[in-house]
């Protein structure tokens, strides 16, 4: 099993900036990729951004420009930066880890979620 556990979140101020980290902690062999999702109330939940293990960013229209997402596979990290809040940005945002088992196992991808960080933006 794997556990993550984010940090971050809270009270933004429109205009402002968010941190978001996110820890993995368990049995990881390796990971295929990463990334932050976020659930608006009474909306679905939403792909933020997303890192491959060879590094290649996915970034939702609503985030492009404004958005910095890293990951660490060393140790199994993961950083959202996020500038220029608007209220549309407050929902709860997830840790989302895709990890691989050993292609001798059959390199299966489980999905990985954290429990969520509550971020609202408001003045």
């Known amino acids: 099993q794997v556990q993550l556990v984010e940090s971050g979140g809270g009270l933004v101020q429109p205009g402002g900036s968010l941190r978001l980290s996110c820890a993995a902690s368990?049995?990881?062999?390796?990971?295929?990729?990463m990334g932050w999702y976020r659930q608006a109330p009474g909306k679905q939940r939403e792909l933020v951004a997303s890192?491959?293990?060879?590094?290649?960013?996915d970034f939702a229209d609503f985030v492009k420009g404004r958005v910095a997402i890293s990951g660490d596979h060393n140790d199994n990290t993961l950083t959202l930066r996020m500038d220029r809040l608007n209220a549309g940005d407050t929902g709860v945002y997830y840790c989302?880890?895709?990890?691989?088992?050993?292609?001798?196992?059959?390199?299966?991808?489980?999905?990985?979620w954290g429990q969520g960080t509550h971020v609202t933006v408001s003045s």
């Open positions: 989302n880890f895709k990890v691989q088992a050993p292609s001798w196992s059959g390199g299966r991808i489980t999905d990985y």
């Open positions: 368990g049995s990881i062999f390796s990971i295929y990729a």
């Open positions: 890192i491959t293990s060879g590094g290649n960013t």
